[in-house]
């Protein structure tokens, strides 16, 4: 009879422990995934996949505005919210079972319960009361939306995974945050119509992003109508009847149909039993602490994804849970690479970022070169619409190497995809020069900026 009930135990069915648990069923081990909510996690149920659908949904308010210019005549558009909820909430669902079902072809079993450890090699699966001992356990646990202080009226205050439900599209909604579900929440709102006014406690929204790009998109943001209010935050809100008053720490007040946070998310780690198991926590971070290849404090624990509070993109909880899949079942030792890792920010205009920013390259090189463009697309001349698109290269220029680059405009996403390939591959300056443009495109201007627009030295220490 085997020692343990089964050979791996995933804690969460989101994008990382699903990974994890079909490589795992594919090597042959006997696995079995909790998950307490609905299978495919944050992504599939209440982050990326739907917050994009909301995006393509926004944009069409542009495509309809910018028509004109092309000579188009397109009687007043109208707008249901409800029926983009009820479609959206069908193709999540579709994608739930197909997340289950791809599961239960891999071998592995699902059971729909919140799971916590008992000690280090038990579980506690709570909807029945059961437990089973597992030879591994993987914590795939996810992350979820911070509330801030507790502020008076907080109960009134909505986070992302509300903004999915909602009934009725807001006529006004006031935003607190300035990361990118903020800002993309923000511009699917004012794509909708609605009146949007964001509301962030630093100088400058998208922290840790290139600075040129923070500065373009807030420009772009106000321009499409959004109001940003900076080194401010929310400090009372108050409900009168179906309309809420916010009240802000510079002495103003903002009244609006719904007010969302989206002030960062928090690693799931309480009421897991942590302790029970012996299970370290990061002191700096708050995730679960883990080395390079995954390994918590305790030896047949391991945790990926969100909980480890690493890199929280999907694509790295994959990666994560696929390598500790390959190590501890398919004897393939793989250690995930988190450096020059693509990320998009579905605002509107998009941002596509990989690598390091200007700022970081100066503080690493110390002959740093910059090339930078910001023009009009070519479809904005017949629409008329007054935007600008940012294109930015970030050269070591002592190896030639591109080591970062940034993009805002439409397609920076699908654009930035392709150049993580070449940074990821080493590519230097005069590989882009060789490569020929092609011509009408937005990307061609990442192979044509010839002369930098700055060259930063640093000076040697006296
Ligand atoms: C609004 C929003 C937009 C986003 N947009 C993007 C994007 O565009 N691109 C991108 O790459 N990333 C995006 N993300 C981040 C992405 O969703 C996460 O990085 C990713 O889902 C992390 O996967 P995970 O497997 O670590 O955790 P999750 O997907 O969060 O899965 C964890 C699962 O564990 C379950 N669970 C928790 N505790 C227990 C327990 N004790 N027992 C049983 N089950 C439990 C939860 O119910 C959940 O289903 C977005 C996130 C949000 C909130």
Known sequence: MAEFDVDLFVIGGGSGGVRAARIAAGHGARVMIAEEYRMGGTCV??????????????????EITDAAGFGWTIP??????PTLIANKDKEIARLEAAYTANVEKSGARIVKTRAVFEDAHTLQLLASGETVSAKYVLIATGGAPNHGPKIPGIEHVISSNEAFHLTELPRSILIQGGGYIALEFACIFAGFGSDVTVIYRGDNILRGFDEDVRTHVRREMEQNGITVITGCTVEKVDRHGDEYTSHLSNGSSIASDKVMFAIGRHPCVANLGLEKAGVTINSKNGGIEVDAFSRTSVPNIYAIGDVTNRVNLTPVAIREGHAFADAVFGKRQVKVNHTDIPTAVFCQPEVGTVGLTEIQARERFGR????KTSFKPLKATLSGRDTRILMKLVVDSMTDRVVGCH??????AEII????????????????DATIALHPSTAEELVTMRTPVARHVRQAAE
């Open 407 to 412: 993009i805002v405009g439409d397609a920076a």
């Open 417 to 432: 995809q392709a150049i993580a390939i070449a940074i990821k591959m080493k590519a230097t300056k005069a590989d882009f």
């Open 45 to 62: 149920i209440r982050g990326c996949v739907p917050k994009k659908l909301f995006v393509l949904g926004s944009h069409v308010r542009h």
């Open 368 to 371: 740093v070169d910059i090339y």
């Open 76 to 81: 007043t558009a109208t707008f249901d919210w």
